[in-house]
Structures are given as structure tokens and as C-alpha cells.
């Protein structure tokens, strides 16, 4: 195989908990295979959501194209089916013009919907709001009760707590006629990939979150945060319950102190990085590499160019 070729995958997905340093990885080897860059960060679909998201700067592109950035306004609900189906595009067009494509990104399931043979039911508006609103209303523990007796499996498998799937399920319940799948199946690649991860231990990850977190704040996410809410983000259901911007949200709000908002982030964010770590261990497809190495971009090309 000739020295700069990639493995006839022609589809690479950089993955792994935040502060990791995947887009700069995914940066290089776009660079190095003739590549573009996939978002396959739910949070970073939104416009101006970018000192709290680490969003790449222009400069830190390099002048790689990036696709599935800044496409959603706060208010509109991120959706991993058409996040799949337009993922799934660009990917085809990067293939038919001989093209690298370069997944990057730690949200677990957009990752897999991009790689895997998963199908998601469709959703209706009318239903879904009924739902929500009924668990509003509803004593606690009902809309568990209520799916224990249509799906007992899906229901053994949702704590009574989650509304948000609660509502999911009796949801694609009631528009399909048929169970819940409250797992997901065996990971089958829709197309040949390789997944490279990049792993930090807790105490080191933890460390960086917090110089993260700290370095948003001087960089100006509390006015980010600010100028987005005068744009509806309080209405935004999943923009609103972003980490840091939920916290300064409440701080706004009168809540708590902007001190509280500051190390509630950093409190959320090294409890989220520790589910994403979880989700990817799960994968045993995955390469782990270890980040900001100097031989870590050596060490993930080679993966990359080796014949699958």
C-alpha cells in the first residue's frame, strides 16, 4: 500500500471523552488522508454555542472543511435520525469524490447512528407533547407504571426517574404498535471504519476539565450565554440543558452565584466525560490511542492506512 493511502474504509471516526484533544487530532489526519472533518458533536449542531462547546476556531481548522457545525438554532431540538441521515450524506459525497471522512466527536450515539446499521422510529410532534405534558401532571411513577404494563422489558430497563425516555418509549409505543428497543443492538459498521479513541486517566481528565472550564469562563461564556438567551435558548429543549450553559442559565436566572455556575460546570462536565469513557468502552472496535503524545498522530495513521 502506498505510503499515503488510507485502508479502503475511507471513513475514520475520532473518539473519546471531552478535553481529550479530538478535534485537533481530527484536524491532522484530515490533513494527512485528504480529509474533511464530520461534526459528531450533538452540542456543537447549535450556532453560537462555541465558548462552551470547544468548538473549533476557524484558525484551528487549518482550512479543513468541517461539516454538521453551527446548522441549529438554539431553539430547535438536536434529532440523532436526522443527524444520521445528514451525516450519512456527507459521508457518501466524501466517498464519491475520493475523499477521507473524518467523524469527530464524544457524543456516543450520534457516533454510532453515523457508523451503524441502527434504525430510529419516527416521532410526531402532537404525541410527544401530549406525553410531556401528562408527566408533568402525572403522581410519580406513572408513566414507569404505564409502560410496565405495555413493554415490562423497556420498562425494566428506564429508571422511573427518566422521563425523557418514559416519554420515549410510550411514544414510539403507541406510533408503531410494537416494543420499545431500550437497548441498542450489536454494533454492525453500515460501511468499513475504524474508530481511534483517545483515553486520558480520571485524574488527568479531571484536571483538564477544570482548565477548561476556567478558561471559558475568561474567554466570555457567561455573555455567550447571555446573548443566546436574548435568542431563545430558556425554550431551546436541548440547547438549554447544555453543560455550562444550563448552569449559567440558573446564575442568570438569580438561581445561584456565578461561582456556583463555575464549579457545578466543572462538577457536570467530569460526570458526563466519565459516561462518555463508559459508552466507548463498551465498543471493542476501538483503537485507544494516548492523546498529545508525539507519536500519537504516527501511532493513529498507522491505524488508519492499515488494510481492512
Avoid: C
Avoid at 434529532?79 to 457518501?92: H, K, L, M, P, S
Avoid at 457545578?264 to 471493542?284: C, E, G, P, S
Wanted: charged share 25%; proline share 5%; net charge neutral.
Amino acid at each position: 500500500m502506498p505510503a499515503g493511502a488510507v485502508n479502503n474504509a475511507g471513513l475514520i471516526a475520532v473518539v473519546g471523552a471531552t478535553a481529550t484533544g479530538k478535534s485537533a487530532l481530527g484536524v491532522a489526519l484530515a490533513e494527512a488522508l485528504d480529509g474533511e472533518v464530520i461534526n459528531a458533536d450533538s452540542m456543537q449542531l447549535y450556532r453560537g454555542m462555541d465558548i462552551g462547546t470547544a468548538k473549533i476556531t476557524e484558525a484551528e481548522r487549518a482550512g479543513v472543511p468541517h461539516h454538521l457545525l453551527d446548522v441549529l438554532d438554539v431553539t430547535e431540538p438536536a434529532n440523532v435520525a436526522e443527524y444520521q441521515r445528514d451525516a450519512r450524506a456527507v459521508i457518501e459525497q466524501l466517498s464519491a469524490a475520493g475523499r477521507t471522512a473524518v467523524l469527530v466527536g464524544g457524543s456516543g450515539l450520534y457516533v454510532r447512528a453515523a457508523l451503524d446499521d441502527l434504525r430510529f422510529p419516527g416521532t410526531d410532534p402532537a404525541v410527544r407533547a401530549r406525553l410531556e405534558a401528562e408527566a408533568v401532571d402525572a403522581e410519580p411513577g406513572a408513566l414507569h407504571a404505564r409502560l410496565a404494563g405495555v413493554d415490562p422489558p423497556a420498562a425494566a430497563r428506564i429508571l422511573p426517574g427518566n422521563t425523557r425516555r418514559l416519554v420515549r418509549a410510550l411514544e414510539v409505543i403507541e406510533l408503531t404498535g410494537g416494543p420499545f428497543l431500550a437497548e441498542l443492538p450489536e454494533p454492525q459498521y453500515v460501511r468499513p471504519a475504524v474508530q481511534l479513541g483517545l483515553y486520558l486517566d480520571r485524574a488527568e481528565l479531571g484536571r483538564r476539565i477544570a482548565l477548561r472550564v476556567e478558561a471559558m469562563w475568561q474567554a466570555g461564556l457567561v455573555a455567550e450565554v447571555a446573548t443566546l438567551a436574548e435568542k431563545g435558548l430558556r425554550e431551546g429543549r436541548t440547547a438549554s440543558r447544555a453543560l455550562g450553559y444550563a448552569q449559567v442559565l440558573e446564575f442568570l436566572d438569580g438561581r445561584i452565584s456565578e461561582d456556583e455556575a463555575h464549579a457545578a460546570t466543572v462538577r457536570a462536565t467530569r460526570k458526563f466525560a466519565r459516561r462518555q469513557q463508559k459508552w466507548f468502552d463498551r465498543d471493542r472496535r476501538i483503537v485507544w490511542l494516548p492523546p498529545d503524545r508525539t507519536e500519537t498522530l504516527a501511532m493513529a495513521l498507522r491505524e488508519a492506512r492499515t488494510p481492512r
